[in-house]
């Protein structure tokens, strides 16, 4: 009889839900219905003329004001059940007060909004249930554009809901001060969302805009994220990811898509059926491991196409683990198996061609607040080149004027109230020991250096310790957050009759940390801080020869013939035709004249190491280059031969005179090292290897316009 009881209890429990659940859509269709009407452009009267307005009003009235009248009457009736239908009703009351334009319609909306704000705290003591319907409606309002919403509309909607609910809250302060301070911190955060969305809605939808509607995405989802709105954060991924799709930045929806996949466990809970139309989002009723393995494997798909295998691998790590250690999946760990064999092999095999990084400085107050001033560093596209970043960066600011110089624009500019942006390109590296620790760059142990762990993996490819050179590529131009721009210059007036540009040739190094470690889930990072270095002489020389011998290796592996075949040797050529010819024709006699006499040493004591490690890198030149004329004789066809002979007889010649010079050397004492000798508080301190390998070509400048000029006084053209 108790168990009878019991599921005849059941019974009419589940009966009432499903009667309040059919009640709930009755009353939910009549207000969607009264809300179409009211939105109607055809019955809208502010939209005509003055004359036609009074021609109908004399007829007919505004039949809206007996709609909304009959909606507010049945609203009232409906009393205590107003919470009931509440996820039916926010809806229908947000979009008149959008979309219609009759003020007194509005704020009967308005009105009806904040009865149902008091209903639901009254039976919940909070307004959870409406601000999250609050949240999706106006997302949904504005992803649709309906009814041709503009930029006046969304804001001027915000400006009339915040003031109106603000007012409402002032009143019933002293009736009931909770809900009152409550009511005001739901406004605060209804306010800010709508600020967020609105600034993202408003963008134009062209591809100069890419870079900040995923900007405002971030900070959109950020919010969410922040105040546990999850489905809407979940949305709002999908969304970029299908952005960065659109625009083939693959590598970014890959990383996008992992935002998903960071709230999702490896455990066995059910998560429910996910659909989102706007966004392309639909995921089955499954378990959450899943569904985050469903990710990582759509997320490893497109980092395949945006050739980041690295990342790519590193997410197959984490299956291959779920696989092997926790559900013993091994037909899934096969696969898993096969595709890290394919990407490690297209690693080795493929070439390829790593996005460039300039940086954009916007002056003037003509910029808006969140660009004036700023200066941030841009991943460009695959193959930009210089010219194509600028004039894309143009295309969105026509009437700015380009600065075709890189000194820090004079306050005139600074303060003006124009346009003015200062482009070029700069290269990824890290920063000298000297400024991560000043205090520690001459008290470093052998076991210090040994044990220091560094975040990108780029810092740990140093000289001793080599690897294949498309591998340190990658490392070089990927989980990047430093870039460097060097420019020329000379202390002092030249020297009468000096022909050796080597001698007095200072390098300045300036150095840019930005906001996040690129590639990331956008193209754009504000620079936080910069750094300024002086390259002495003989440290530009050692970067650039160990620069250039760092390029040789690469290249002597890309052509050896064991690695493939069937490519166009031209640039192979070009490059050991130029060190060979450079060497030959007083590249080394500049060097030994400038460096290697006893005379320079006696001025810089301090340059010892920093000489030895140029000799040392000549001689490895010699090496290397006697390696590249081997390969570059088996690749080159028959009617380059002449071409061969004449290298390898220059060769000859480059060879004799550095292997002299190093002949010329007295025997290094067994005490000797090549440990940094005790510097002057003044004097700016070596490179490290791992600088230097890493930054070559970074003496030559990038700046679009001339070619950069050293002049006589040691400036800059």
Same mark, same amino acid.
């Given at each position: 009889a108790v168990v009878s009881t019991q599921s005849t209890g059941e019974r009419i429990e589940s009966k009432m839900k499903i009667d309040q659940q059919k009640e709930s859509e009755l009353w939910g269709s009549l207000f969607k219905l009264a809300t179409t009407f009211l939105k109607a452009k055809g019955i809208a009267l502010e939209r005509f003329g003055e004359a036609k307005q009074k021609s109908i009003r004399a007829k007919y009235g505004d039949m809206r004001l007996d709609v909304i009248g009959l909606l507010q009457n049945i609203w009232h009736v409906l009393g205590t059940q107003k919470a009931l239908v509440l996820e039916k009703v926010v809806g229908p009351f947000l979009e008149i007060m959008v979309l219609v334009d009759a003020l007194s319609i509005k704020q009967t909306a308005l009105d009806m909004y904040f009865d149902l704000l008091e209903s639901e705290y009254s039976s919940s003591q909070s307004f959870t249930r409406i601000e999250s319907e609050t949240i999706n409606t106006v997302d949904r309002i504005s992803s649709t554009s309906e009814q041709g919403t503009t930029t006046e509309i969304f804001f001027s909607f915000k400006d009339f809901f915040t003031k109106g609910l603000d007012t409402k809250l002032q009143k019933i302060s002293e009736k009931d001060a909770n809900m009152s301070s409550k009511g005001k911190k739901f406004l605060k955060d209804t306010s800010t969302f709508l600020e967020l969305l609105f600034a993202l809605r408003t963008l134009p939808d062209s591809p100069e805009y890419e870079d900040d509607r995923t900007i405002a995405t971030m900070k959109l989802m950020e919010y969410l994220k922040q105040t546990g709105r999850s489905d809407t954060y979940v949305r709002y991924v999908h969304m970029l990811c299908n952005q960065h799709l659109s625009s083939n930045n693959f590598t970014e929806a890959g990383l996008t898509l992992l935002l998903h996949a960071d709230l999702l466990s490896w455990g066995n809970e059910k998560l429910p059926e996910t659909k989102a139309e706007e966004a392309g989002v639909s995921f089955p009723a499954e378990t959450a491991r899943q569904r985050k393995e469903r990710l990582y494997n759509m997320s490893v798909g497109y980092l395949d196409k945006g050739k980041n295998w690295e990342e790519a691998l590193q997410l197959l790590a984490q299956l291959h683990k779920q696989y092997e250690d926790v559900i013993f999946d091994y037909a899934k760990l096969a696969d898993v198996l096969n595709m890290e064999s394919v990407f490690f092999r297209k690693i080795i095999n493929t070439e390829r061609f790593f996005a460039e990084y300039f940086r954009v400085g916007y002056y003037g107050r003509g910029f808006d607040s969140n660009l004036q001033g700023k200066e941030f560093v841009y991943r460009g596209f695959e193959l930009e080149r210089m010219a194509d970043f600028v004039q894309r960066i143009q295309v969105k600011f026509p009437n700015a004027k380009l600065l075709t110089y890189t000194e820090t624009p004079p306050p005139e500019i600074l303060s003006s109230n124009g346009q003015y942006l200062q482009v070029y390109a700069v290269k990824p590296s890290i920063l000298p020991k000297s400024i991560i620790d000043p205090n520690q760059q001459n008290k470093e142990t052998k076991e210090t250096k040994e044990?220091?762990?560094?975040?990108?993996?780029?810092?740990?490819?140093?000289?001793?310790?080599?690897?294949?050179?498309?591998?340190?590529?990658?490392?070089?131009?990927?989980?990047?957050?430093?870039?460097?721009?060097?420019?020329?210059?000379?202390?002092?007036?030249?020297?009468?009759?000096?022909?050796?540009?080597?001698?007095?040739?200072?390098?300045?190094?300036?150095?840019?940390?930005?906001?996040?470690?690129?590639?990331?889930?956008?193209?754009?990072? @504000?620079?936080?801080?910069?750094? $300024? /270095? @002086?390259?002495?002489?003989?440290?530009?020389?050692?970067?650039?020869?160990?620069?250039?011998?760092?390029? &040789?290796? $690469?290249?002597?592996?890309?052509?050896?013939?064991?690695?493939?075949?069937?490519?166009?040797?031209?640039?192979?050529?070009?490059?050991?035709?130029?060190?060979?010819?450079?060497?030959?024709?007083?590249?080394?006699?500049?060097?030994?004249?400038?460096?290697?006499?006893?005379?320079?040493?006696?001025?810089?004591?301090?340059?010892?190491?920093?000489?030895?490690?140029?000799?040392?890198?000549?001689?490895?030149?010699?090496?290397?280059?006697?390696?590249?004329?081997?390969?570059?004789?088996? /690749?080159?066809?028959?009617?380059?031969?002449?071409?061969?002979?004449?290298? $390898?007889? &220059?060769?000859?010649?480059m060879k004799q005179e550095i292997e002299e010079e190093s002949q010329s050397q007295p025997k290094k004492d067994s005490n000797s090292s090549l440990e940094v000798p005790q510097r002057s508080s003044h004097s700016p301190p070596p490179p490290s290897p791992s600088v230097l390998a890493l930054t070559r070509d970074n003496s030559q400048p990038s700046l679009i316009g001339d070619p950069l000029k050293l002049s006589e006084n040691g400036n800059s053209d």
């Open positions: 044990n220091t762990i560094t975040e990108n993996p780029s810092q740990q490819i140093t000289p001793s310790r080599p690897v294949p050179p498309m591998i340190a590529k990658y490392h070089q131009y990927n989980n990047v957050n430093t870039f460097l721009y060097s420019k020329p210059f000379r202390k002092g007036p030249k020297e009468k009759g000096a022909v050796n540009e080597f001698k007095d040739l200072w390098i300045m190094s300036n150095y840019f940390v930005t906001e996040d470690r690129f590639p990331t889930i956008h193209r754009r990072s @504000e620079i936080l801080n910069q750094y $300024e /270095v @002086e390259l002495s002489p003989v440290d530009n020389a050692l970067n650039t020869i160990e620069g250039k011998n760092l390029e &040789l290796k $690469e290249m002597n592996q890309k052509y050896d013939p064991l690695n493939g075949g069937g490519l166009n040797i031209s640039p192979y050529t070009m490059v050991l035709k130029g060190v060979i010819d450079a060497a030959v024709n007083g590249g080394v006699t500049l060097y030994k004249q400038a460096f290697f006499v006893p005379e320079y040493l006696e001025k810089n004591p301090d340059k010892g190491t920093q000489v030895k490690r140029l000799r040392l890198a000549l001689s490895e030149q010699v090496t290397i280059l006697d390696l590249g004329l081997k390969i570059h004789a088996q /690749v080159c066809p028959p009617e380059m031969s002449g071409l061969q002979e004449q290298l $390898e007889g &220059l060769f000859v010649k």
